[in-house]
């Protein structure tokens, strides 16, 4: 189903590495870049991790692109992911937006 399919993408992605008792290698080190500088080096570094998370654990879904911009007025960042999903052919969109929290 491509609802569950995003809201695992979703939540694989706003779950801090280390935050799941038991399970300390899933989730995703964005929310360390949170309050770094927006550079482009921190985009990249985004979209790596989200990547590098997808990629080990849902294997359901297939990385296009990862989009990522910064939205300081609100003080978060929007991250736009795009997949596909085995058996699919039209790919997925699942639009963040991620929080600083402090």
Known sequence: DVNAVKQSVKNLILTDRGERLMQPTIGSKIRSLLFENFTPQT?????QYTRETLEAH???ASLIDVTVSPDPDNNNLNV?????IINIDEPQRLNLE???IG
């Open 43 to 47: 985009a990249e570094l985004i979209k």
């Open 58 to 60: 849902e294997p359901r």
């Open 80 to 84: 736009s992911i795009t997949f596909g």
């Open 98 to 100: 991620i929080e600083r």
